[in-house]
C-alpha cells in the first residue's frame, strides 16, 4: 500500500538506487507507483458486511453529536474505515493516518480513490470517546438482533459458552484493577480504586464474552472492571438474553456452560424452572464436598500405589451446598497420574446423561469458547484498551467484536465447503485479505487488477461472483 505521491517521495526516488541485487543493472527503488493497495481482499468483507447490513446498523445506534453543517464523515463512514481497519489487523486509531489514502479502504468504505481521504485519527478518537451508555446498551443489543438473524430458521438446539480474559492496561484507565497477590487494598493515582486479584498480576479489564459453540458465533461481548466477582450480575445479564431469544425460539434447547466461576446458585434455580433451558458449570472443591467424595478417592489412590496405571473414574451424586434450594446432579471426576490425584466437580441438570459423557463429551468442549477468544485477542487484538474512559474501552471492544463478526460470516459464507473456513483470522488476512491490487478509476468504471499468478484467485473470484 502506498500512500499519495509527495514531493518527497518523488525526489527520494532519484537517489535511492540499491546494490544488494546480484543484476547487472541499478535496482531503484520508490513508493511512486500510482493507486495500489496491500488490502485486496477488504472486497470479500465489504460484501459480507453488506449482505447482513451489520455495520450499516451498528452506526445507527449512534447520535451524530456533530454540526451538520460541519460533518465531512458521516458515522457510517467512521464505523466502517475502523472496522475494516480492525479486520485487516490495524488495531490501532492511530492506523487512521496511515491508510486514510488507501485507495482499496476508501472503496471498502463507500468512496472512489479519487474523492477526499477518510478521517484521521484525532476524528476516530473523538469519536470513541463521545458515546454514552444508553447507546452502548443498543450496541449491544445489535449483538444479541444481530446472533439471531444469523439463523434461516429457528435452531433446535444451541450451547452458549461464557468466559472470561484478561485485557491488560497500561496506563490510568478507569476501572482497571490491579492483582498485586497480597490482598490488600490500594490506590492508583488521585481517583483510581484498585483491588486485589489474585490471578493475573496486572492492571487488567475482565471483559465476558459469549459464544454459541456449535457455530462460534459471538452473541455479546461485556467489558467488565479487572476485580470483579464472575457471578456477579451474570444471572441477569442471563436471565435477559434468554428472554431475548425464547421471544423469536420457542423451542430451541438452550444450554447454558461455563467454568466453576459461573455456577451461581441463583441462576440454575432459576433454570430448573424454565423449559428446555439447561446448564452445566463446574464447581470448586469446596471442604463439604471433598468429603463426600473422600472414599472414592482413597480407592482410586490405593489402586495407583498397586498397578501404578493412570486411574480416571467418574462419578455422579446429588449434592446442594448450603445456600442451596435444592440439590443439583453432581459429576465427579478422580484421575491419578504420576503428578499425583485430581478431584474435579461439574454441577448440571441434565440427569439422563452418563456422568463420564457429561464431563467429556459436553463439560469439556467449553475448550472451545477459549480458542474464539484467542481469535479475538490474537487475531484482532481485542484487548488494546487503551482510552481512559471505561466507555470508551467498551466500545473499542464492541468495534473488535464487529471485525470479528465480518470476518466470521465471510469465511462460513463466502467460503464455505472449502478448506479457508476452518483456517484463523489471522491465516484468512494473511492469505485473502493482505493481497495486492492495482486500481484504475476511469470515467465509467474502476477497475482493480489482482495478481495474475495469485494462487487464491479461483476461490476468490467465486466467492466475489457466484456466492
Not at 485519527?121 to 449491544?140: F, Y
Not at 469446596?286 to 472414592?296: D, G
Request: hydrophobic content about 35%; some cysteine; proline content about 3%.
Amino acid at each position: 500500500m502506498c500512500k499519495g505521491n509527495t514531493n518527497f517521495s518523488i525526489v527520494q526516488a532519484q537517489t535511492d538506487f540499491l546494490e544488494l541485487f546480484e543484476v547487472n543493472k541499478k535496482v531503484e527503488m520508490s513508493f511512486s507507483a500510482p493507486e495500489l493497495s496491500s488490502l485486496g481482499g477488504l472486497s470479500l468483507l465489504t460484501k459480507s458486511a453488506k449482505n447482513s447490513d451489520f455495520l450499516n446498523r451498528l452506526s445507527c445506534q449512534i447520535k451524530d453529536w456533530r454540526n451538520p453543517d460541519l460533518i465531512v464523515h458521516t458515522m457510517q463512514d467512521l464505523v466502517r474505515q475502523r472496522v475494516l481497519q480492525i479486520a485487516a489487523g490495524y488495531e490501532d486509531a492511530d492506523d487512521c493516518d496511515l491508510l486514510r489514502h488507501d485507495p482499496m479502504l476508501k472503496l471498502a468504505v463507500g468512496h472512489t480513490p479519487e474523492e477526499r481521504d477518510l478521517c484521521s485519527q484525532p476524528t476516530m478518537t473523538r469519536l470513541e470517546n463521545h458515546l454514552s451508555h444508553r447507546e452502548l446498551w443498543n450496541i449491544g443489543n445489535l449483538f444479541v438482533n444481530h446472533f439471531i438473524s444469523s439463523y434461516k430458521e429457528e435452531p433446535d438446539r444451541i450451547v452458549l459458552d461464557l468466559d472470561d480474559s484478561n485485557s491488560n492496561a497500561y496506563g490510568a484507565q478507569q476501572l482497571t484493577l490491579f492483582n498485586n497477590y497480597y490482598g490488600e487494598y490500594c490506590y492508583y493515582g488521585a481517583q483510581q480504586l484498585t483491588l486485589f486479584n489474585n490471578y493475573y498480576g496486572e492492571y487488567c479489564y475482565m471483559p465476558l464474552f459469549i459464544f454459541e459453540a456449535q457455530s462460534q458465533r459471538l452473541v455479546l461481548p461485556l467489558l467488565r472492571p479487572g476485580r470483579v466477582n464472575k457471578q456477579t450480575n451474570v444471572c441477569g445479564l442471563l436471565k435477559k438474553l434468554i428472554s431475548r431469544l425464547r421471544e423469536h425460539w420457542k423451542h430451541t434447547v438452550i444450554i447454558i456452560r461455563g467454568d466453576a466461576m459461573f455456577s451461581g446458585h441463583e441462576f440454575m434455580e432459576w433454570a430448573m424452572s424454565q423449559p428446555r433451558l439447561h446448564y452445566i458449570f463446574g464447581y470448586k472443591a469446596y471442604k463439604p464436598l471433598q468429603k463426600l467424595v473422600e472414599s472414592w478417592r482413597e480407592d482410586v489412590v490405593q489402586r495407583y500405589k498397586e498397578t501404578q496405571e493412570e486411574i480416571k473414574e467418574y462419578h455422579a451424586i446429588e449434592y446442594a451446598a448450603a445456600n442451596w434450594k435444592c440439590k443439583q446432579w453432581t459429576v465427579v471426576k478422580i484421575e491419578h497420574t504420576e503428578q499425583g490425584c485430581q478431584t474435579r466437580f461439574i454441577v448440571t441438570d441434565m440427569k439422563e446423561k452418563t456422568a463420564r459423557r457429561l464431563y467429556e463429551k459436553d463439560y469439556c468442549k467449553r475448550a472451545d469458547c477459549e480458542l474464539c477468544i484467542k481469535e479475538m485477542k490474537d487475531g484482532l487484538r481485542a484487548d488494546r484498551m487503551s482510552c481512559n474512559r471505561f466507555t470508551a474501552n467498551q466500545f473499542r471492544l464492541f468495534l473488535h467484536a464487529a471485525a470479528y463478526v465480518i470476518l466470521l460470516d465471510a469465511k462460513q459464507k463466502l467460503f464455505r465447503k472449502t478448506e479457508m473456513v476452518n483456517v484463523t483470522i489471522q491465516t484468512f488476512r494473511q492469505k485473502l485479505i493482505l493481497m495486492p491490487v492495482k486500481i484504475t478509476e476511469m470515467k465509467t468504471k474502476i477497475k482493480l487488477e489482482y495478481q495474475r499468478d495469485n494462487p487464491l484467485r479461483y476461490k476468490l473470484r467465486r466467492a466475489l461472483v457466484f456466492m
